[in-house]
Every structure is written in structure tokens, then in C-alpha cells.
């Protein structure tokens, strides 16, 4: 082999892209960071210091485990090195390892520092730890907005993220830095969930016990992630106890839930198991107060691990029914069910890791008159969507760099129905596509750039298109000094999610591919930003970003108080940015986040309407919220914990009426004895008005006692404190103002076993 | 105080601050508008029909009657009060305002409502015979009939209306051709009728036609031409023009109708 570097690299590159192996630069140290009993550890460091004769030689390597626990340090010489693992809350693992040939695998695992009590961790960074689009969320950073339930959810933390916009407290639809809901892709142990945000905003399909880590992307995500132009959600669900059972129930006014775990062969194989159903709708009837709104969900893994490979299996199924407005007859639901299998190895004749996934997912949904909702026909839309998946990715160290690649095979068929007599559309599709993709990291002293690129097949067009992309960070003072960093890309999406604009607050997204006319999705991101360790417990995070989404198909504007969905292409441009602050001082914790963005959709082929003659060819959508603050509190007071959480959302946008009317219009004469009229809404332009700002204040305290062996926790707050008339939304067919959830106390109990 | 202390005066001192920040809503753009207003005056017919609803804050119209007055105002100062029916439609009630006050061609009228919401009136100006011809070529053997209208005037429309027994009643059937209109250059319409196509289309298995007839109704200024898509004309308060309705928005027009009878030979369809 010659030793001239750069033949070395196009040689392992090309070796490794044809056969998954490529020569080896030094040695390497590999493997996974589990907590005892509890499984991966994401975010634990792995340092290696080589010895000689009880002594240091050369520099400290390390690295940080990813969300499946995943480590791995590279290039690195023969010899005796010591090994460290930590985590905060956990006690240090080390070992001295000696390299001579091939890859090393160490796959240490951490008891909790106390041997005994509850395990609390705390990952790096936090909430306003914040890389090139990138907030690694991990389970200690959940339990730090206060929840209105004794058991978290992860929607509550994603809610409290700067750029994330939500209409209202129902509904579930998250709007990421001027994307809508069906550009993000959510990821749950490598499968997709279509509509895991259930509809009391609360919710989702990730109770916050169950979630291992959370990558979310809110753009300039790298070329692994292909199929969506927004944001993404990559979830890791939490492995079972492969040491002891373990259950937990909990009760309170919003859900009731169960949860159980436990080892399948004590040591190396677990499951974990969760249901929830929600019971607001039968409390609040109870009290007199109609909440029409109701979920469910389930999710069970089973999972199996060695020191050089972790597998598991995974099924959720989740259940939204109901009415956004309790005056209205306008029903929906919806239904998830994702079936999923993942293996991540580090095989011994391979020097890398390998993350193989393989699911099948499909939603269920619908929206019709309440009366009729339960028989199909009572169904005014509906959309299925299935998506069989298969996804491999190889990353390996090829010593001054690493290599990452893979591929992704999938099969869509969709299903959709909607529209009024003189716009319905009842159609399918069934799309063959795949992706594949390789990209580097390559570090340059303090500066690490990653470019990428994914070659993704378009499964409309039959054709291929380059998606090239690249992330950067700088740590010019090393890594606990300030971050620098960057990232930017282009993104293609040609499954469509359709949905009427008008009607800003509805939940249902018919699921297509590209209408008649139109070609994929294409989005432009970039984005930049640092985050700055001011002093010690207090980081500051800041980012900026612009965005552009072209072949972006609305809903044509009509007076008509009817659904339309015959859309028209525009672009959606978005520009903003965040400040998020998180300071940690003795038992108080505090969390402020700033969010400002602005996003226009224009259209490209004609106006979206004409009035009085003149065309009107942009507007601001009704998740175009320019301000957003977010302020959480913390207190551990010993027995006690509080917590307090402030919103504020300067006002969304909203089509602000004339008035409405029932016109005989005069095609030919208007034959009002014979015509029944159109009922119809007279405006001046799409959202040409905003709502009043939003803000509410949540406060909590909770505490725990001990039940014999048991532990009760218990949790007592309000929802909306001071009891503020938020606009929800406004309906604009019927003229009606929908208020979000008034003044909410609660008490809640979790009772755990040991 | 403990720091505990301090924390809840200061949330509690906050939250009654942001509880009295609350700022009136008002979710529609003021308006002067008050009603709405469909329909038209016909120099040839014996009752006038207006509909009249109210511009309301909400949608949908009340089974109550509409506590407003409508008045047809002649332009030498007669005037006719009209009379309120509710019919129910499947779009919601329906507030029918007639009158078999005269109305003549030629003339200006002036419709006035008057509503608790404030006053709204428009002008209706009925074409002058003396303007316009209006020529039909229709026989047993001329296939398709053929409605030819001249002179600075707009055609409203042209209707196919039959009189059928439908499950032993005697109903009238109106077919409305206007999207058929075809306009030449130096301003003449031309509509083209196929028998065949309007007996199909106006019938339902077991009916019986007993006549067909041609109503060809002539405007001074009709709003809404070929083209016009319907998502078009109800984006428009006013219907493609500005100003028709002082104090509310929809249109009254002015029109009239002449009769003649349709024929043709069987089959007569459009090609």
C-alpha cells in the first residue's frame, strides 16, 4: 500500500464505499456506555491516555457517546492505554487497555455514585447547548420544564425550544422554524411516526421515561436524513432493566399510565413496556366542562446487547380522537402504528460501526361530523399512509477522519379523500424510493467540518438528485470553551402533507405525493450560531438561520366556508434567530429562551387571489409567531421541588373578515325563490390580521415519599395560572373565537417500584 | 420572608400583573357594511324577489324573520314596500323580500334597506327596449337554436324553462345557458341551444315535458361574464364591481325578459 496520504484516503474511501472495509490507520477503541441496569448512556465521555512506564505520553483522546451509547476513538498507537468512562451522577469505569492489532472493543457500564439511590444524570450541554441546528436532548433535560403530568413528555420540552411554534395547547402540530408538521421527520429507534404529537399539546408518543435521547435537528441536518425539508426529530427509546422488574403507574386529571420493564435473560436482553390513556374528557364532564379530546398509546421494546452490539424491537401504536372546538360537530382522528427493529454493532472483523434499521409505519386518519365520525362514511377526508423502510449506515474512523455512509430503501402507499362535491379528490399512490449517502468529519485542529452528500432517488420523476451538505464547528478554546457553528444544505421532500390553510388549527395532513404540476419539495438551509460558556453553570446559546422551500403546494383561497385543497405552488422563505440562556446555581436552575422569525409564503405561478383587481401573491401562514419567550424556573428545596414556566407568543396570523354572507352569485340570473345561495366569508386578503399575543404561566411542585419499598412521587400545579383568555384560534368559516385550555389545577401520583 | 416566600409574592405579583394585561379582541375589520343583498328586478314579471341577508359576525342566517324594511323607490318617487318570507335552503334559511309593484323598462329604481346595522341602497337600472334586439332562430328543423342579441346591453342570461308533470305535479324546470354566451367582436351575443341536451339534463326518469320555452333577459350592466370562475366572483363582496351596494355588499340587478318558444329536431345535441 502506498503511504502517500491522499491515495490512502481515496483508497479506503473507495474500499470502504464497495465493500465495507478499509485499511486501518492505528488502532481503535470502540464500544458502548451503558448505565447498570439501565442501558446506553448518551453523552458519556470515553477519554484514553497512553502510558508508558506509569507515565502519560502524548495527548488525551477521547470521545462522546451517541444516543445509542455508542463511542468510538480512532487512530490511535499500539500500546497500554488507561481508559476512563464518566457521566455526571455516575461513578467513573476504568480500565487499561493494551492495542496491538485490529479494533479494540470497551464497552464500560457505570453504576449510579451512590450505589444505591435514584439515578440522576446530567448530560453535557443542556438547553442552550444548541450545534449547527442540533439540540441532543437527553432524559435529565425533560424533567426541567415542568409538565402537567408527575410523568413528562418529551412535547413539553420540544414546546420550550426557541423556533418551535405550536397554534395551541391542542391540536399537536409542531411548526419548526417556518416549516409545517408534515416536513418533519420523526424518528423512533429508526422508524418513522408520522403524527406522534398527540392532541392535547401535552403528549406525544414519547412518555419522557421511555425516551434514552433525542437529536432534534431544527434544520441543516447532515445527509443522513433525507425525505423531509424541515426538521428532525431522531428518538432513542430507553432499553429495559436487564437486572431487575420494575413497575410504575401513575394517575392524574390529564392521564392515567402504566409502565413496566424488566430483563428477559438478566445481563444482556430487557423489555419495557408503556400504555397511557388520556381521561380529561370524562374528568372534565365530571366538572361541567366539556374537553372533547382523547389519546391513547402503547409501546413495548424488547432489546438484547453484547459489548460489541445492542439490538432491539420496537412497537407503538398512539390513538387521537375528537373536536378542537367543543361547540363544534367537526370530529377528527388519527392513528399510528410503527413496527421497528434496530441493530447498532461494532462487529470484530469490521473497524467501524454498523446501525441497521427495518420498520413498517402507518397512520390512519380523518375528519368528519361528530354524529357520524365512528362509521367510515362518516369521514368528509381521510388519508392512509404506510411506509415499509429499511435503512443501514456504516460510520468508521479512518484516522485523521470519519467516514459515514449508507443507504435507504422504502416503500410509500398513500390513500387520501377530500373535498366538497366540486373539489373532491380521491386518489393513491405507490412510491418505491431510496437514498443513499456519505459524507465525512473531518477535524483541522480546532475546527471540525463534516460534508456530505445523499443521492436520493425521486420516486415521482424516476430520477436522481444530489443533495449536498455540510456542518462545521470551531472550538477555538478548546472543548469547554465556546462553540462556532454552521451548517447548510439542500433538502428534497416529495412525500406532500396537504392541508387547508384556512384552517390553521385543523390536525388532519392528507398524505400524497406531488400534485398534478408540481415536482418535490426543494429547501435551502443555513444557519449559524455559538454557544458560550459564560461562567461556570451559566451557558448562553445563540443562532441565527434562513431558510427557502420551493414547490411549496397551498390551497387556492376561496370565499367559500368549505374545505379546499386545489392548491397552488409557492415558496416559503424563513429567516430568524434564538437566544436560549440556561444557568444552574446550587438548587435553582433557570432557563430563557428568545425566539424571533419571520416566514412568507409567496406564490409563483399567480396570485393566490384577486381582489378588487388587485392580486395579492404573499402572506405570512398562521405559524408565522415573530416573538417568542420562554422562561423556566427550577427549585429543589430539598423535600420539595417547584417549578414555574412562562410563555409568551407575540399573536399568530389569522384571516381577518369583513363579515359573512349567503349570496345567490349571478351566473345568469340569481334565481334567489329556487337558490339555496353560497355561504360565503368576505375578506380582505389571507391573514391579514394577528391574534392577541399569547402567554400563560404553569407552575408545580411535586415531592416524593417513600411506601415500604415503593416510592410515591407526587405532583400538584396549575395550567395557565392566572386563568388568561388565549386565542386558540379563529375560526373563520363560522366566526367563532376558540379559546385554549382556561385555568387547569392538577394533582398527580406516580408510584414506583424499586 | 424565606426565599420560598419571595418566589410566590413575586410569581403571584407577576401573574396578577399579566392577568390584567388583557387586550379586547376583535376579529373582524370594521365594516360599514350591513346586509347583503342577491337577486334582481325584472321589467317582464309580474313579482319581484330580492334576497336579503344580514353581513353578520358570524356565519349563518337566522329561521327568524330579519327585523329590516326594504323598499323599491321608483325614480319618480313611488315607492313600494316590500314583503318578508323565510324559505328554508340547505345553505340555511333563506329572507326573501317581493313585491308586485311595477317595474318598467328603461327606468332607474332604487332598492333601500333599512337594518338596525344601518342603512344600505343601490341603484337597478332596467335596459331600454328601444337599445337592443333580440333575434331567436329556433324552429322543428333548426338544430341548435340560436339566440342573437344586439345593442350596448349585456345578456343576463338565456334559460331553458320547462313545464314537466313530476310525480303528478306540474313543475317548472329552469335551465340557465348563460355560461354558453359567446360574444363577437363588435359586441353581439350568440347562444347556441340543443334541444336534446336541455331535455336530458332538466328531466328525471317518469317526467313528462309538457312545454319548453326560451327566456332571454337583457341587462344594462351584468357583472358577471364567461370565464368568471365561481372561487372569482365570491372573493368579490360586491361581485366584480365596486360601489354596486352603498352600506352592504352583493348585487341587484336590472333586467328585462323576453319569451319565446324552443324547438328542434330529435336528436339535437351539442357536438
Given at each position: ?624 409567531r415573530r416573538h ?19 410563555q409568551y407568543g407575540s399573536g399568530l396570523p389569522y384571516?381577518r ?32 390580521g394577528r391574534l392577541p399575543s399569547y402567554h400563560r ?23 395557565n395560572?392566572y386563568n388568561r383568555d388565549n386565542v386558540f384560534y379563529y ?6 373565537r376558540?379559546n385554549q ?14 | ?14 401573574a396578577c400583573a399579566l392577568a390584567g394585561c388583557e387586550v379586547p379582541f376583535d376579529p373582524r375589520v370594521p ?241
Amino acid at each position: 500500500m502506498t503511504s502517500h496520504p491522499g491515495r490512502r484516503f481515496l483508497w479506503a474511501a473507495l474500499a470502504t464505499l464497495v465493500v465495507g472495509a478499509a485499511p486501518v490507520w492505528g488502532q481503535s477503541v470502540r464500544g458502548f456506555v451503558t448505565a447498570s441496569g439501565r442501558g446506553p448512556l448518551a453523552g458519556a465521555n470515553v477519554a484514553l491516555q497512553r502510558v508508558e512506564a506509569g507515565a502519560a505520553v502524548g495527548a488525551l483522546r477521547g470521545a462522546v457517546a451517541d444516543a445509542q451509547g455508542f463511542y468510538e476513538v480512532g487512530a490511535l498507537e499500539p500500546g497500554r492505554y488507561a481508559a476512563r468512562a464518566t457521566y455526571v451522577g455516575y461513578a467513573a469505569a476504568l480500565d487499561t487497555l493494551v492495542l496491538t492489532d485490529g479494533p479494540a472493543t470497551w464497552s464500560p457500564e457505570l453504576a449510579a455514585a451512590d450505589g444505591l439511590g435514584e439515578v440522576v444524570v446530567q448530560a453535557d450541554g443542556g438547553a442552550a447547548d444548541v450545534q449547527a441546528g442540533l439540540q441532543k436532548i437527553r432524559p435529565a433535560d425533560l424533567g426541567r420544564i415542568p409538565s402537567p403530568d408527575v410523568a413528562g413528555d418529551l412535547a413539553v420540552y420540544l414546546q420550550s425550544l426557541p423556533g418551535v411554534v405550536t397554534v395551541g395547547d391542542r391540536g399537536g402540530g409542531l411548526f419548526v422554524r417556518g416549516g409545517t408538521p408534515a416536513q418533519n421527520l420523526v424518528l423512533v429507534d429508526g422508524a418513522p411516526v408520522f403524527q406522534p404529537f398527540h392532541a392535547i399539546g401535552f403528549f406525544s408518543a414519547f412518555p419522557e421515561d421511555l425516551v434514552g435521547a433525542a437529536d432534534f435537528y431544527a434544520g441543516g441536518y447532515g445527509q443522513r436524513y433525507t425525505g423531509r425539508v424541515s426538521s428532525v426529530l431522531d428518538v432513542t427509546l430507553r432499553e429495559g432493566s436487564t437486572e431487575k422488574l420494575q413497575a410504575a403507574g401513575t394517575v392524574g386529571p390529564f392521564v392515567v399510565s402504566a409502565q413496566g420493564e424488566g430483563p428477559i435473560e438478566r445481563g444482556t436482553s430487557s423489555w419495557i413496556a408503556s400504555a397511557r390513556t388520556s381521561v380529561v374528557e370524562p374528568l372534565a364532564e365530571a366538572v361541567g366542562v366539556d374537553v372533547p379530546l382523547r389519546f391513547m398509546d402503547g409501546l413495548v421494546k424488547v432489546s438484547t446487547a453484547s459489548d460489541a452490539s445492542r439490538c432491539s424491537a420496537h412497537a407503538l401504536g398512539t390513538y387521537d380522537r375528537g373536536r378542537l372546538d367543543s361547540e363544534s360537530e367537526d370530529a377528527f382522528e388519527w392513528r399510528n402504528l410503527v413496527v421497528g427493529g434496530r441493530c447498532v454493532s461494532a462487529p470484530r472483523g469490521l473497524d467501524g460501526r454498523i446501525d441497521m434499521a427495518a420498520s413498517v409505519s402507518h397512520l390512519d386518519s380523518g375528519i368528519g361530523p361528530a354524529t357520524a365520525f365512528l362509521r367510515s362514511d362518516g369521514r368528509e377526508r381521510a388519508s392512509r399512509l404506510t411506509e415499509g423502510r429499511f435503512s443501514a449506515d456504516l460510520t468508521r474512523s479512518l484516522g485523521w477522519a470519519r467516514l459515514q455512509f449508507g443507504a435507504r430503501g422504502s416503500l410509500v402507499i398513500t390513500r387520501y379523500r377530500f373535498g366538497d362535491d366540486a373539489t373532491s379528490r380521491e386518489d393513491g399512490d405507490f412510491l418505491l424510493g431510496g437514498a443513499a449517502h456519505v459524507g465525512l468529519e473531518v477535524p483541522l485542529g480546532p475546527l471540525t467540518v463534516s460534508p456530505g452528500v445523499a443521492l436520493v432517488m425521486k420516486p415521482y420523476s424516476e430520477s436522481f438528485g444530489l443533495e449536498p451538505r455540510v456542518r462545521a464547528s470551531l472550538l477555538p478554546a478548546g472543548p469547554r470553551g465556546p462553540e462556532l457553528s454552521a451548517a447548510a444544505g439542500l433538502y428534497r421532500q416529495s412525500l406532500v402533507g396537504l392541508t387547508d390553510e384556512r384552517d390553521a388549527a385543523s390536525p388532519f395532513i392528507a398524505w400524497t405525493g406531488p400534485p398534478a404540476g408540481f415536482d418535490e419539495q426543494t429547501a435551502l438551509h443555513a444557519l449559524a450560531g455559538a454557544t458560550v460558556p459564560l461562567a461556570r453553570g451559566l451557558r448562553v446559546g445563540v443562532e441565527g438561520y434562513a431558510r427557502r422551500i420551493d414547490g411549496l403546494p397551498i390551497p387556492i383561497w376561496s370565499a367559500r366556508t368549505q374545505f379546499t385543497v386545489l392548491p397552488v405552488e409557492a415558496r416559503s422563505t424563513s429567516v430568524g434567530a434564538d437566544a436560549r440562556v440556561e444557568w444552574q446555581r446550587g438548587p435553582a436552575y433557570t432557563y430563557v429562551s428568545y425566539a424571533y422569525g419571520v416566514t412568507e409564503y409567496q406564490a409563483v405561478d399567480g396570485p393566490f387571489l384577486v381582489r378588487g383587481g388587485q392580486p395579492y401573491d404573499r402572506y405570512n401562514p398562521a405559524h408565522d409567531r415573530r416573538h417568542q419567550l420562554q422562561m423556566a424556573l427550577q427549585l429543589d428545596l430539598g423535600r420539595v421541588e417547584a417549578g414555574a414556566r412562562w410563555q409568551y407568543g407575540s399573536g399568530l396570523p389569522y384571516t381577518r373578515p369583513y363579515g359573512f354572507d349567503v349570496v345567490v352569485p349571478p351566473f345568469g340570473l340569481p334565481e334567489v325563490t329556487t337558490a339555496p345561495g353560497y355561504p360565503r366569508v368576505v375578506f380582505e386578503r389571507p391573514f391579514n390580521g394577528r391574534l392577541p399575543s399569547y402567554h400563560r404561566l404553569d407552575l408545580s411542585a411535586g415531592t416524593d415519599v417513600r411506601l415500604g419499598e415503593a416510592r410515591l412521587d407526587l405532583r400538584a400545579g396549575a395550567i395557565n395560572t392566572y386563568n388568561r383568555d388565549n386565542v386558540f384560534y379563529y375560526d373563520v368559516f363560522r366566526g367563532r373565537r376558540v379559546n385554549q385550555l382556561p385555568l387547569v389545577p392538577y394533582v398527580s401520583a406516580r408510584l414506583r417500584t424499586p | 420572608m424565606t426565599r420560598l416566600g419571595l418566589v410566590v409574592s413575586g410569581v403571584a405579583l407577576a401573574a396578577c400583573a399579566l392577568a390584567g394585561c388583557e387586550v379586547p379582541f376583535d376579529p373582524r375589520v370594521p365594516s360599514d357594511d350591513g346586509v347583503s343583498l342577491s337577486g334582481y328586478l325584472d321589467a317582464t314579471a309580474d313579482t319581484q324577489w330580492v334576497r336579503v341577508e344580514l353581513f353578520g359576525a358570524v356565519a349563518g342566517t337566522s329561521a327568524r324573520p330579519l327585523p329590516v324594511a326594504v323598499t323599491l323607490v321608483d325614480e319618480g318617487g313611488a315607492e313600494a314596500v316590500l314583503d318578508q318570507r323565510v324559505r328554508p335552503t340547505v345553505a340555511g334559511p333563506a329572507h326573501l323580500f317581493w313585491t308586485t309593484a311595477d317595474v318598467e323598462p328603461g327606468r332607474t329604481y332604487r332598492l333601500d334597506v333599512e337594518a338596525e346595522v344601518g342603512p344600505a341602497t343601490t341603484a337597478v337600472v332596467t335596459p331600454d327596449t328601444t337599445d337592443y334586439s333580440v333575434t331567436v332562430d329556433a324552429g322543428p328543423q333548426t338544430c341548435p337554436a340560436v339566440v342573437t342579441v344586439r345593442g350596448d346591453v349585456d345578456l343576463a342570461d338565456v334559460q331553458v324553462v320547462f313545464e314537466v308533470v313530476r310525480r303528478g305535479e306540474v313543475e317548472t324546470v329552469r335551465l340557465s345557458r348563460a355560461r354558453y354566451v359567446e360574444v363577437d367582436a363588435d359586441g353581439t351575443d350568440h347562444v347556441s341551444l340543443y334541444l336534446t341536451d336541455d331535455v336530458q339534463e332538466a328531466t328525471r326518469p317518469g317526467d313528462v315535458v309538457l312545454s319548453a320555452r326560451l327566456r332571454v333577459s337583457v341587462a344594462t350592466d351584468w357583472p358577471v361574464g364567461s370565464g368568471v370562475t365561481l372561487e372569482d366572483v365570491l372573493v368579490e363582496p360586491e361581485l366584480g364591481a365596486v360601489d354596486r351596494i352603498a352600506g352592504g355588499v352583493g348585487f341587484v340587478g336590472g333586467v328585462v325578459s323576453e319569451w319565446f318558444a324552443h324547438g328542434g329536431p330529435v336528436p339535437c345535441v351539442r357536438p
